[in-house]
């Protein structure tokens, strides 16, 4: 590849280019999202259109600062045409500060820890084709056309795909935490709910599903793991059951509810922050606080633990007696505390896997789940709100039913193909480069011209 179609692709790409590691203070989930991730769109067109980035050789990973060689020009020259290394700097085949700097921005546009050199997982985002990308653009573009989120002064953003939990407040992220979500068997929703209360020192009932998957087969091994977990068997009006009566070998289905007790070894850790939903999801800490090193944070069962949570939980309870100081006390007494909200704020669950933030930095995250396909973009899109039900006055007639008109059998046709039809794809899944327009299943329109 030569150094004037490398210099003649990023000239497509000015609208990729922010300060090298810079952070904007937008969210990623706001009302501002659609516009730039369809900028993002359009200059990952113009990538594909000119042939997409060519594929990183697998001795980078053996790289250091100051190596040199083809794979660093291979690398370099990968760099520069996704708007992480300027072109200036696209000359030689030495590892030096410049392709640091890219390496560390490449990296934190892809969620992973800015180190530097290339490790296994950054060479996979590496050689990802740009096709897979403008899929991902695609399929954030049409989640957010659907999107039945209103946006509040203040709200909490969970993105699934990026493990993450933002704060907004006046268009403005005021924290971000990463988190651990949903594995792939156990899948955290996507959903919008209200944030209620904040719960202290909590305790924990364990699900009937998490029950039968985990606590059985783990008394099955090891009688005394109740005890070590500090755990309690309870029935019929709380009334507590010795583990030892209990036939574990031929339980299948429990007759008894699990409670873990408040401390710092619960599950949920010492804060739980409450939103009533329909999934039983809610955010949570955790005993389990290295696991935030990780990149790959999929591993709870549905739920958000938060790292740092007790600034996330001070943050929700501002303007309150409950200082951060105040909240630290509570949580040493040991004893379980529940501090409703004076105001409900707002969460939107979502499944973003691409989009552009207000520092012209494109984001991607794996789709870990799978969901960026036609059908999955449907399931994992934030629906509007029902609303509510009419209430009928006393003494007011019920309106009668209103039937839908029978049609003859002789009118009877089939389904016309237009509305379930998807955009066109690959064999391999991905939306063809520079196809210029896009169709997702459910739409009746281009997504642009």
Not at 222 to 236: E, I, N, Q, Y
Not at 282 to 301: A, G, I, M, Q
Not at 377 to 404: D, H, M, N, W, Y
């Amino acid at each position: 590849m030569s150094v004037r179609f490398v210099k003649a692709s990023v000239a497509a790409l000015a609208l990729l280019l922010g300060g090298v590691g810079a952070r904007a203070n937008e969210p990623s989930y706001g009302p501002n999202t659609y516009d730039r991730t369809l900028e993002a769109l359009i200059a990952h067109e113009d990538i594909a259109v000119r042939g997409g980035w060519p594929k990183v050789p697998a001795g980078v990973t053996a790289l250091k600062p100051d190596a040199q060689g083809p794979e660093v020009a291979a690398l370099k020259q990968r760099l520069v045409l996704s708007g992480d290394l300027p072109t200036d700097a696209l000359p030689g085949d030495v590892y030096d500060a410049n392709v640091v700097a890219a390496v560390k921005r490449f990296q934190i546009r892809h969620g992973l820890s800015d180190l530097g050199t290339v490790g296994r997982l950054t060479l996979k985002a590496m050689n990802t084709p740009v096709e897979v990308r403008l899929n991902q653009l695609t399929a954030t573009l049409e989640r957010l056309k659907g999107n039945g989120f209103s946006f509040a002064e203040r709200y909490v953003v969970v993105n699934i795909p990026g493990a993450s939990v933002e704060a907004v407040e006046n268009g403005m992220v005021q924290r971000r935490h990463l988190a651990i979500v949903g594995r792939p068997d156990r899948p955290s929703p996507v959903l919008q709910a209200n944030i209620t209360s904040v719960n202290l020192n909590p305790t924990w009932t364990v699900p009937t599903s998490i029950v039968k998957a985990d606590i059985i087969p783990h008394m099955r091994k090891d009688p005394g793991f109740l005890a070590k977990s500090h755990m309690r068997l309870l029935g019929a009006e709380n009334r507590e059951i010795d583990p030892a009566t209990v036939n574990w070998a031929s339980l299948t289905a429990p007759y008894f509810t699990v409670r873990q007790d408040p401390g710092p070894d619960n599950s949920l850790g010492q804060m739980k922050i409450d939103m009533p939903n329909t999934e039983a999801v809610y955010l949570h800490d955790t005993p389990k606080k290295s696991l935030f090193r990780n990149d790959v944070r999929f591993n709870s069962s549905g739920c958000a633990r938060v790292e740092g949570v007790r600034d996330l939980g001070a943050w929700l309870l501002e303007g309150t007696e409950w200082t951060p100081a105040a909240i630290e006390a509570e949580i040493a007494k040991g004893e379980r505390k529940n501090i409703p909200l004076k105001k409900s704020v707002p969460v939107a669950w979502v499944y973003l896997t691409g989009w552009q933030g207000a520092d012209g930095m494109v984001q991607f995250r794996e789709d870990i789940y799978g969901l960026d396909t036609p059908q999955g973009i449907v399931t994992s899109t934030i629906q509007p709100r029902k609303p509510k039900a009419k209430v009928i006055g006393a003494g007011e007639p019920k309106p009668a039913p209103r039937l839908p008109p029978r049609r003859p059998r002789t009118e009877t046709k089939r389904r016309s193909d237009r509305c379930y039809r998807a955009y066109k794809v690959s064999r391999s899944g991905v939306v063809p480069c520079g196809s210029g327009l896009v169709r997702l299943s459910g739409t009746m329109g281009p997504l642009r011209a």
